[in-house]
């Protein structure tokens, strides 16, 4: 994923954490992949930003995701107006209860509207929800569940909610962009385009880095 930044950055000594620091008004955090990890590695490097008295502004997940089509095809980008977790929950005879139905956590996290809108714009990409998983669909039929109880999924991916979550701990506006692989649906290792989904990664930072050096969360 750093390919898509001009510089590597130097690493940061950090426990636990892949960060890198770079001369620009960012860092690079390698987050490990799935939500628990990604959570874990984001609040570390939170936590140590606060402590050193220079707080972040912005979090920023990016990665690859499956599409939903034909909303979301192969190589185009997709930006979050809503971080749903789709998997948090319990089951029931009566099908999936997502824990606010439960009575406690959250589901989903939303982005600043002003940051989402300008992002989407910048860097071409369509806007809606992004859902995070546990495990990759794998079969038409989960893919065809995901999309009864999410119908305005764009994409799946399995960082943004942690990272959300972590952000949101720390009262960090949070935005996910994400460069499409592979259509959600039966698994076919030989349909991942992962070269192709990072290379839109690439050219889409390149146009978003001026906006994300400049957003100011006073203005959302
Ligand atoms: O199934 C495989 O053989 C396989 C081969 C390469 C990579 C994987 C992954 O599971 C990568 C997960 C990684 O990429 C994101 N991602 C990309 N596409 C999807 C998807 O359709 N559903 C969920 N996550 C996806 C994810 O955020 C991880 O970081 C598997």
Do not use: C
């Not at 956590?105 to 992004?130: Q, W």
């Not at 701990?169 to 991942?192: C, F, Q």
């Amino acid at each position: 994923m750093a390919r898509a930044f001009p510089e590597p950055g130097r690493p940061v000594s950090l426990p636990g954490v892949e960060l890198r620091r770079t001369g620009g008004s960012y860092d690079l955090l390698a987050a490990g992949v799935g939500p628990a990890l990604a959570a874990a590695s984001v609040s570390a490097a939170l936590t140590a930003a606060t402590l050193t008295g220079e707080p972040y502004a912005l979090v920023v997940s990016a990665g690859i995701a499956g599409g939903f089509l034909p909303e979301a095809p192969v190589g185009s980008l997709v930006v979050a107006d809503r971080i749903t977790v789709a998997d948090l929950g319990a089951e029931s005879a009566e099908g999936f209860l997502p824990v606010t139905e439960l009575g406690f956590g959250t589901v989903t996290h939303r982005p600043p509207d002003s940051l989402v809108r300008a992002a989407g714009a910048a860097a071409g990409a369509r806007r809606g929800e992004i859902l995070t998983v546990s495990t990759v669909t794998g079969t038409a039929a989960r893919a065809a569940a995901l999309r009864v109880r999410h119908p305005e999924a764009l994409a799946e991916a399995m960082e943004g909610f942690g990272v959300a979550e972590a952000a949101g701990a720390h009262g960090t506006p949070v935005l996910e962009i994400r460069a499409v692989s592979n259509p959600v649906g039966p698994r076919d290792r030989a349909a991942w385009r992962i070269g192709e989904a990072l290379a839109a990664l690439t050219t889409a930072f390149g146009k978003l880095a001026p906006l994300l050096e400049s957003w100011n969360r006073h203005d959302q």
